[in-house]
């Protein structure tokens, strides 16, 4: 590969990996192949869009020497937004939802970023309070009523920026059809901003229309509610159907899955501590979530024969202060 010159040279070309040791434990008699997000620099599938968003901006004169990058997430965006606006000289700024994990605060710090907790902003917690939690609504409240008031600002937001599923489809899908050889029947992928799905999902459909997408969407004891406001959750993935349509962000096709997959957080938790110890890969909670759901589509009698692939957005080790590798904690 010779010399890199930046690391957004890193960004992508990620490894499929046949979970061989994992598949012979299930009797499985589908191939689960997976895509690992965490080769990329930053350990996350995110590098990907932070990459495409900053760069699209750049070329469309929207983000100039000098501006401040700003962005909402869950964390691994502003991750990977940190590091590219450290290795390209500019500011970072994100808000983070309270309930992420501290290491994601910590590394966005490392790269030089300024991390918000979105309670920390009134604008936000206002919206987040009056509507039961719409983050689309809190991060419109957040664009109108403060960044839209300051200047020499480029505010990413991941959720409408056409450049996110893009760069799924013109990278992780081909990379994941010219791995596999062309032999993929199923995909499977979390939805958070849903741009890994859509656009990694249209690649794939465009080469096999036959295609199976498995879209997967947090179980209904996964999300907070009256009875449990504070559940164990997985990170970055969220609700895409049963909500009003206006909720889920502009870059979610819902037209492109033919499935909706409901998985638990401890079912996540559980299947992600399993293959760390079948094929030795520590992965995050969604990832593990992916695992889990192809894992019941493989099972069945129709799929026999057939490749899946799922995406695994990142690295366990941004999970540490979790409970996702507390054995002893059952959900
Ligand atoms: C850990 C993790 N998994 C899955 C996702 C969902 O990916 P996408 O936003 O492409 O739908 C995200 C997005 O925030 C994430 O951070």
């Known amino acids: 590969m010779g010399i890199s010159k930046s690391i957004a040279e ?11 040791n994992y598949e012979k434990k299930h009797n499985l008699e589908a191939r689960i192949l997976v895509k690992l997000e965490y080769f990329n620099p930053n350990q996350s599938v995110k590098d990907r869009i932070a990459l495409a968003m900053v760069e ?21 965006t502003g991750i990977g937004l940190a590091a590219i606006a450290a290795s390209k000289g500019y500011k970072f700024r994100v808000y983070i939802q309270d309930q992420v994990s501290e290491e994601r605060f910590k590394v966005i710090r490392a790269f030089g970023g300024e991390t918000i907790k979105l309670s920390e902003e009134p604008a936000v917690a206002k919206t987040l309070e009056e509507t039961g939690g719409d983050f689309v609504a809190a991060i419109q409240a957040l664009k109108e009523q403060v960044l839209d008031k ?12 056409p450049a996110n599923p893009a760069i799924h489809e013109a990278t992780t899908g081909p990379e994941i059809w ?57 990170t970055g993935v969220h609700p895409f159907e049963g909500i009003p349509k206006e909720r889920v ?10 499935e909706k997959f409901e998985v638990e957080t401890i079912e996540a938790y559980r299947a992600a501590r399993e293959v760390a110890k079948t094929d030795g890969i520590l992965i995050g909670t969604s990832s593990g979530a992916a695992i889990y759901a192809a894992t019941e589509v493989a099972k069945r009698p129709e ?8 995406v695994l957005p990142d690295t366990g080790l941004r999970y540490l202060s979790t409970k996702l590798f507390e054995e002893e904690y059952q959900g």
Do not use: H, W
């Open 10 to 20: 890193l960004v992508g070309k990620t490894p499929l990996l046949e979970l061989s």
């Open 150 to 161: 300051e200047k020499d600002i480029f505010f990413v937001d991941q959720c409408s920026n």
């Open 249 to 258: 962000p502009s870059t979610m096709n819902l037209d492109i899955y033919d």
């Open 303 to 310: 799929n026999r024969g057939k490749t899946i692939v799922a």
């Open 56 to 76: 699209d901006a750049e070329r469309k004169g929207l983000l100039k020497p000098g501006y401040t990058i700003v962005e909402t997430t869950s964390g691994n």
């Open 178 to 234: 010219q791995d596999a050889e062309g032999n993929v029947d199923i995909f499977v992928a979390n939805v958070g901003t849903g741009g890994t799905i859509s656009g990694t999902g249209k690649y794939l459909k465009s080469k096999n229309p036959e295609l199976k997408i498995i879209a997967i969407q947090p179980g209904e004891n996964s999300l907070p509610s009256e009875a449990n406001p504070a559940p164990e959750e997985i």
